[in-house]
Nanobody
C-alpha cells in the first residue's frame, strides 16, 4: 500500500494560481496511473485530472480543461496539479489517488489509495 500526502492548498482569489503536490511513500508509484479528485461540501467526489504511468497521457474534467495541468516526477515519487485561473467553483477538498493499474481513469472506483486531502478555497 502506498501513502499519499497532499500539500499546497489554501486560500486564493479568483484568477489566482495554486500548485498542489502529492508525495507518495511506502512504494514507488511509477507503475500506476495517478489522479486528482475533489469534493465540495454536500457533493460527491468528482474527477479532476489523471495521468498515465509514464506521464505521456493526461485527461481532464471539462470544467478544468485548459486551466489545470497534471504532471508527475517518478524519480521523486511525486504528482502535481497546477491550477491557474481559479474560480470560486473550484473550492473543494482536493485528493490525490493512485490507480489500480497503469491506465488512467476518471472513475473513483479505479483508484485504490487516497491521500487525506488538501483544502482549496477560492473567493470571488
Amino acid at each position: 500500500q502506498v501513502q499519499l500526502v497532499e500539500s499546497g492548498g489554501g486560500l486564493a482569489q479568483a484568477g489566482d494560481s495554486l500548485r498542489l503536490s502529492c508525495a507518495a511513500s511506502g512504494r514507488t508509484i511509477s507503475g500506476n496511473a495517478m489522479g486528482w479528485f475533489r469534493q465540495a461540501p454536500g457533493k460527491e467526489r468528482e474527477f479532476v485530472a489523471t495521468i498515465s504511468w509514464r506521464g505521456h497521457n493526461t485527461d481532464y474534467a471539462a470544467s478544468v480543461k485548459g486551466r489545470f495541468t497534471i504532471s508527475r516526477d517518478n524519480a521523486k515519487n511525486m504528482v502535481y496539479l497546477q491550477m491557474n485561473s481559479l474560480k470560486p467553483e473550484d473550492t473543494a477538498v482536493y485528493y490525490c489517488a493512485a490507480a489500480k493499474g497503469a491506465y488512467r481513469s476518471d472513475l473513483v472506483g479505479e483508484y485504490d489509495d487516497w491521500g487525506q486531502g488538501t483544502q482549496v478555497t477560492v473567493s470571488s
